[in-house]
């Protein structure tokens, strides 16, 4: 059985973009158009650790191979 985290509300899209509700306890969600994919809950703590390793893994190749 699907819980049901009022997805479709305008009011859980910031911007139209960024999905934010504190509600919903998944942290990757399917995108208001589902064939454009998925993006993070930033309701969720998380979410914000996952972008932070993202970005950490990026500078640090980014300077490995600019030595």
Do not use: C
Request: proline fraction near 3%; hydrophobic fraction near 50%; aromatic fraction near 24%.
């Amino acid at each position: 059985m699907e819980k049901d985290f009022e997805h479709d509300k305008p009011e859980n899209w910031k911007w139209g973009v960024f999905y934010f509700n504190r509600k919903d306890s998944r942290i990757i969600v399917a995108k208001r158009i589902k064939l454009l994919g998925w993006t993070l809950n930033f309701a969720h703590p998380i979410s914000y650790i996952f972008i932070a390793i993202i970005f950490l893994f990026v500078f640090y190749q980014f300077y490995k191979h600019n030595i």
